[in-house]
Antibody, heavy 124, light 104 residues
Framework: EVQLVESGGGLVKPGRSLRLSCTAS????????MSWFRQAPGKGLEWVGF??????????EYAASVKGRFTISRDDSKSIAYLQMNSLKTEDTAVYYC???????????????WGRGTLVTVSS | DIQMTQSPSTLSASVGDRVTITCRAS??????LAWYQQKPGKAPKLLIY???SLESGVPSRFSGSGSGTEFTLTISSLQPDDFATYYC??????FGQGTKLEIK
């Protein structure tokens, strides 16, 4: 079955770190860019960042709200994408989703596969 | 940055109704628009990409149209399973604000 499964969420104190995992199955993980999104309670979708496939350098980009605090990486041998979150703030509280990215053409993307999400709660 | 304006924010309708949701871009985006459905507590699900291409497995009562700056998602005959929140998406960074489709 083609799917993404996030894990690693939980309750964490402000200033602490957490690492989320996104485990893929049913497709050739290494062929795809992968993104992370989040959704705060009752709010809309916010892009967090993405990682290109190794064929495109495996480079990353991040939203301004998380740049310098969050790091995305990937292990194609295990079909896992990671989101390392450091210096967490209360405003990082959200459900975090990973996605498989599809490209219409250069610079234009949509997201055809989503994980079910993992909840991160940042609170003292 | 290109802005997306999605309307309405809430829509009340009945089973069997035809409904339309609109997204307007602040400048032309060709056909680079996708639509997603999200149910409470669930992940978003891709419905339409490239403005009018139906994702595999999505019922044919869903359709998308438009190009340039104005786009619509139409559900031809609402089914009970369709009551959800719908988002349009331009880029990684740009989603519409969402339309909550409620039962009248």
């Amino acid at each position: 079955e083609v799917q993404l499964v996030e894990s690693g969420g939980g309750l964490v104190k402000p200033g602490r770190s957490l690492r989320l995992s996104c485990t893929a199955s049913g497709f050739t993980f290494g062929d795809y860019a992968m993104s992370w999104f989040r959704q705060a309670p009752g709010k809309g979708l916010e892009w967090v960042g993405f990682i290109r496939s190794k064929a495109y350098g495996g480079t990353t980009e991040y939203a301004a709200s998380v740049k310098g605090r969050f790091t995305i990486s990937r292990d194609d041998s295990k079909s896992i994408a990671y989101l390392q979150m450091n210096s967490l703030k209360t405003e990082d509280t959200a459900v975090y989703y990973c996605t498989r990215d599809r490209e219409y053409s250069y610079g234009h993307w949509y997201f055809d596969l989503w994980g079910r999400g993992t909840l991160v709660t940042v609170s003292s | 940055d290109i802005q997306m304006t999605q309307s309405p924010s809430t829509l009340s309708a009945s089973v069997g109704d035809r409904v339309t949701i609109t997204c307007r871009a602040s400048q032309s985006i060709s056909s680079w628009l996708a639509w997603y459905q999200q149910k409470p507590g669930k992940a978003p699900k891709l419905l339409i990409y490239k403005a009018s291409s139906l994702e595999s497995g999505v019922p044919s009562r869903f359709s998308g149209s438009g190009s340039g700056t104005e786009f619509t998602l139409t559900i031809s005959s609402l089914q009970p399973d369709d009551f959800a929140t719908y988002y349009c998406q331009l880029s990684r960074y740009t989603f519409g604000q969402g339309t909550k489709l409620e039962i009248k």
